[in-house]
C-alpha cells in the first residue's frame, strides 16, 4: 500500500527518541510484562461485551452488534499542544455559529461575495423554514464535532465539521473508563486531564438554552430513533449519565403548545430536545408529510419559543464538504482574524479549473462526495486500482458538483498494541465542543479513531477503524 | 418515567419470569423422563410442550414427541416464537428500550445471562448439555433478580418490574395446575398409587415446589394438599396467594408514587375479596379448573388495567 513519503509518529521520532508529551506512558509501558499486556489487550473486548457498548451493523436477516476494535495505547496530547488547538477549535465553532445566524437571516456573507448563493440553494440540508427565526440563546450548533488530522508536530488541519449530530462521545468516556479499570496505576503516573464530566457539561450547557416557555428547572431529553440505530448505545449513554429521559418520535406529542412527553402521568412538557435524529424525521407536517415518524407540529412550537431543539434544524448545511472549502472565508468574515486551524487544501470539483487538475491527478488525491460521510462514496486515488479510478473518472465527470477533491495526506501515526508489540498506525482525532450562550465549552480529549489495518488511511468505524482513548496531559 | 419505558421494565421481567419457567418444567420434564419407560417418557414430553403452551406450534412442525426433540423446540427452535432463547431476546430488547431506567448492575446482569445463553443455544443441546442449558437459564433469572434487589431504586421502574415478574409468575402456576389438575382432583386423591405420586411429584418440581412441600408437610404426598400448598400457601413464593400478594403491594406502591388510585387498584381490590376467603375445600367446590380461569382472567385484566393507567403506549 502506497503512503505518502513523510510520515509524523506522535510517540517516537525519527531518530529513535521519544517524543515529550508520551515520555510518561513509555517509561510505564517498559516496565510492563508483555505477556501481560496480551492478556489486558483480550480482557478490554469483553468488558466492551459485557457492558453493551456495540454498535449495530445491518446483515442480511437481522440487526447485528458489533465492537469497535478498541485499542490500549493511549493518545497523548501535551498541555501547550492541546492550548493551541482549543483556541483555533473555539474560533472556528464560533464562526460556524455565526454563518448559521447570518444564513438564516441577512446573508451578509453572500451580499458580501464571500460565499457563492448557490452553494446552499442547492443545499438539501438548507431549511427554507428556518429563515428569520432565531433559536433560543441564537444557538445553532450546540454540539460540534471538529474532526482534526495532524501530519507534524505543529501541523494540525481540520478535515471535517460536523454540525449535525457528531457521535462518537459515548467512545470518548467509555474508553477512558476501560483504561482507568484496566490501568489504574498508570493514571497514578501521568496526570491527564478527566473527561468523565462531559454529560454534566453537555446537560449544562443544553439548559441554558432552554426556550421562554421553560418553567424552573429545564427538562431535557433526548430524541433517539430507536434501539435499531447504530448509535443507539450512545443515546442511551448519554440521557443515563444526564439524567435525562431517552424518548423515541411515538413519546411525543404536541399539547397545549408544548412538546410533550408521555409519561406515567400524562404528558410532561419538555423543555429541550438533544436530538439524534435527521431533520426529515422531526415534524411531518413541516417537512416530510409521507413520513409517519416524527413530531406533528413540533416545528410551530419551536418558532414559538416553546421548545429548543439541540442541534438546530438546518445545521446539516456546515456538513457540506462545499461549505467546507470556503471555511477560511467564513471564519474571517465572522471573527476578523486569520483562522488558526488550516483547512486541508480542496478542490472544488465545479470549478473548471479544479475539476481539470483533480481529472489528471485522480491516482494522488482523495475524492468525496459534498455530502457524504462515514468514508463512504470516496476514492483515495494512491490505494485504489485502476479499475476504481476509471470508474471514479465517469462518477465524476458526470456530476463535477458532487465532488470535492483534496491531496492524500501523509496523516500522523500513533502506535497501538499488536502481537508484536508496538506498530505505528494512522489516526484522526475529533474532539467535541458544546455552545451555549454563556461560553463555548471544550472536553479535553475526544475522540480518537486509528486505521488498525497497516498502511490504511481509512478511520472510520463502519470501514473497520478502531478508537483510542485520548489524553490531554496536565500542565 | 416514559410510558413507554415503564412498558419496557413491566415486559422485560415478565419475559424473564417466562423463561424461567419454561426452564423449570424443562427440568421437571428431564427429570420424569429419566424413571420412566419409553412410551410414557414420550407422554411425559408432549404434556411439557403443551404445559409450556407450544403444542400447537411443536405439532406444525414434528409429528412425534422424544426428548431432545422437545427441549431443542422449547429452547431453541427459530420457528418456535415461545422459544427460551426468543424470550431472553425479548429479555435484552426490553432492557435495552429501557436501559436509562435499570442501573448498570442490572443491565450487565441482563446482558451477561443472554450472552451465555446465547452462546449455550448456538448449537443443538444434546442429552449431555441439557441440564446446564436448563441450570443457566434459572442462573440468569436469579443474577438479574439479585442485581435489582442490589442495585435499583425503589421508584416506580422498580414496581412495574416486580407486578410484571409475580402476575407471570401467578399466571404460570395456574396454568401449570389447570393443564394437570385432572391428576389432582380429589375423587382420584385417594388411590394412592405410585404413578399418581410420581405425577403430583413433577407438578411440584415445574414449579420448584417439591422441597418446599416436602418440607412443610413431613413428606406426605396428597393431592389437597397439593393444591392448598400451590393456591393458597403465602410461604410459597410461587403460589397464586403469594404472587397476587405481591402484585397487590406493587400496585399499592405505584398509586402512593403517583397519588392516584388507578383502576388496576380497584381490580386489585375485587381481586382481593375472591381470594381472600378461599380455602381449599372451597376451590374444590367451586371446581378447581373454574378457580384458576378466573384468576387467570383477572390477572390478564389487571395486566390490560396497569397498561392502560400509566399510558403505556400511545
Known amino acids: 500500500m502506497a503512503d505518502a513519503p513523510y510520515k509524523f509518529d506522535e510517540m517516537q521520532q525519527a531518530d529513535g527518541s521519544i517524543r515529550t508529551p508520551y515520555g510518561d506512558y513509555n517509561s510505564w509501558y517498559e516496565e510492563q510484562a508483555a505477556d501481560l499486556l496480551r492478556r489486558k489487550h483480550f480482557e478490554a473486548e469483553g468488558n466492551f461485551r459485557r457492558t453493551g457498548i456495540t454498535f449495530n451493523v445491518y446483515g442480511d436477516n437481522e440487526a447485528e452488534e458489533r465492537l469497535i476494535p478498541f485499542d490500549m495505547v493511549p493518545r497523548v496530547i501535551g498541555a501547550g499542544e492541546w492550548r493551541k488547538l482549543t483556541r483555533g477549535i473555539e474560533q472556528r465553532v464560533r464562526a460556524l455559529n455565526a454563518f448559521m445566524y447570518d444564513l438564516y437571516h441577512r446573508q451578509e456573507i453572500i451580499r458580501a461575495g464571500r460565499v457563492p448563493e448557490r452553494l446552499f440553494r442547492n443545499n438539501a440540508a438548507w431549511l427554507p423554514n428556518m429563515v428569520g427565526f432565531t433559536p433560543p440563546g441564537g444557538v445553532y450548533t450546540h454540539i460540534v464535532g471538529i474532526d482534526l488530522v495532524r501530519t507534524g508536530p505543529d501541523e494540525w488541519f481540520v478535515l471535517e465539521d460536523n454540525a449535525r449530530t457528531p457521535s462518537g462521545v459515548s467512545y470518548m468516556l467509555e474508553n477512558r473508563e476501560t483504561m482507568m479499570s484496566m490501568f489504574p496505576e498508570l493514571f497514578t503516573r501521568v496526570g491527564v486531564e478527566p473527561v468523565s464530566d462531559y454529560p454534566r457539561r453537555l446537560a449544562k450547557s443544553l439548559a441554558a438554552c432552554a426556550p421562554p416557555a421553560t418553567k424552573g428547572k429545564p427538562v431535557v431529553a433526548v430524541l433517539t430513533p430507536g434501539i435499531f440505530n447504530s448509535a443507539y448505545f450512545e443515546h442511551a449513554f448519554l440521557a443515563d449519565q444526564m439524567g435525562a429521559e431517552l424518548v423515541e418520535g411515538s413519546d411525543l406529542r404536541v399539547v397545549d403548545g408544548r412538546v410533550g412527553m408521555r409519561t406515567t402521568r400524562g404528558f410532561k412538557p419538555v423543555d429541550v430536545i438533544y436530538r439524534r435524529v435527521d431533520d426529515d424525521f422531526l415534524d411531518p407536517l413541516s417537512f416530510n408529510p409521507s413520513s409517519v415518524l416524527g413530531i406533528p407540529g413540533i416545528m410551530d412550537v419551536y418558532r414559538a419559543g416553546g421548545v429548543t431543539i439541540a442541534n438546530a434544524p438546518g445545521t446539516g448545511v456546515c456538513d457540506d464538504k462545499a461549505i467546507y472549502s470556503f471555511m477560511p472565508e467564513i471564519v474571517e468574515f465572522y471573527t476578523g482574524e486569520k483562522p488558526l486551524l488550516p483547512n486541508v487544501q480542496t478542490w472544488r470539483c465545479s470549478e473548471a479549473d479544479s475539476l481539470a487538475y483533480v481529472l489528471d491527478n485522480l491516482a494522488e488525491v482523495v475524492v468525496k462526495e459534498v455530502h457524504g460521510s462515514g468514508g463512504y462514496g470516496m476514492l483515495i486515488g494512491p490505494t485504489a486500482s485502476r479499475r476504481e479510478i476509471a470508474e471514479f473518472r465517469r462518477k465524476l465527470a458526470a456530476n463535477p458538483d458532487n465532488y470535492i477533491a483534496q491531496p492524500t495526506l501523509a496523516l500522523s501515526t500513533c502506535p497501538i498494541f499488536t502481537k508484536s508489540g508496538l506498530a505505528p498506525r494512522h489516526v484522526d482525532l475529533r474532539p467535541f465542543v458544546l455552545v451555549s450562550p454563556e461560553k463555548i465549552d471544550i472536553t479535553p480529549g475526544g475522540l480518537t479513531r486509528v486505521a488498525m489495518k497497516k498502511g490504511s488511511l481509512v478511520v472510520n468505524s463502519s470501514q473497520g477503524g478502531g478508537t483510542k482513548d485520548t489524553w490531554v496531559l496536565k500542565d | ?314
Not at chain 2, 432463547?85 to 430488547?93: G, P
Not at chain 2, 450472552?115 to 444434546?126: D, G, N, S, W
Not at chain 2, 401467578?170 to 382432583?185: C, H, N, Q, V, W
Request: charged share 25%; proline share 1%.
Open chain 2, 1 to 314: 418515567m416514559l410510558g413507554r419505558t415503564a412498558n419496557g421494565l413491566f415486559w422485560m421481567f415478565r419475559y424473564l419470569e417466562r423463561a424461567e419457567n419454561t426452564a423449570r418444567l424443562l427440568d421437571a420434564g428431564l427429570r420424569m423422563a429419566l424413571t420412566r419407560d419409553l412410551a410414557s417418557s414420550k407422554e411425559e414430553w408432549r404434556s411439557v410442550i403443551q404445559t409450556a403452551g407450544q403444542k400447537t406450534a411443536y405439532e406444525k412442525k414434528f409429528d412425534n414427541y422424544t426428548g431432545s426433540q422437545a427441549w431443542n423446540f422449547v429452547l431453541r427452535d427459530k420457528e418456535n416464537q415461545a422459544s427460551v432463547m426468543r424470550m431472553m431476546d425479548s429479555v435484552r430488547t426490553n432492557a435495552r428500550l429501557s436501559r436509562n431506567a435499570i442501573s448498570s448492575e442490572l443491565w450487565e446482569a441482563i446482558n451477561e445471562s443472554w450472552m451465555q445463553i446465547k452462546e449455550m443455544l448456538a448449537r443443538p443441546v444434546t442429552q449431555a448439555t441439557v441440564g446446564q442449558v436448563v441450570a443457566a437459564v434459572r442462573r440468569g433469572g436469579t443474577l438479574v433478580h439479585g442485581a435489582m434487589a442490589g442495585s435499583m431504586l425503589r421508584s416506580e421502574g422498580y414496581h412495574f418490574a416486580r407486578a410484571g415478574t409475580f402476575l407471570e409468575r401467578g399466571e404460570s402456576t395456574a396454568r401449570i395446575l389447570d393443564i394437570k389438575y385432572y391428576l389432582l382432583l380429589p375423587s382420584f386423591s385417594y388411590v394412592g398409587s405410585t404413578h399418581d405420586t410420581g405425577q403430583w411429584d413433577t407438578v411440584l418440581r415445574s414449579v420448584s415446589g417439591d422441597r418446599g412441600y416436602r418440607f412443610l408437610n413431613a413428606g406426605q404426598i396428597d393431592a389437597r394438599g397439593i393444591v392448598e400448598f400451590l393456591l393458597l400457601d403465602t410461604r410459597f413464593p410461587r403460589s397464586l396467594a403469594f404472587c397476587h400478594a405481591a402484585v397487590r403491594e406493587n400496585l399499592r406502591a405505584l398509586a402512593k408514587i403517583h397519588g392516584i388510585e388507578a383502576q388496576s387498584n380497584i381490580l386489585m381490590r375485587e381481586a382481593d375479596t375472591r381470594i381472600a376467603d378461599m380455602n381449599v375445600d372451597a376451590v374444590f367446590e367451586m371446581g378447581l379448573h373454574r378457580f384458576l380461569i378466573e384468576f387467570m382472567n383477572s390477572n390478564a385484566a389487571i395486566a390490560a388495567a396497569i397498561a392502560e393507567d400509566y399510558r403505556f403506549t400511545a
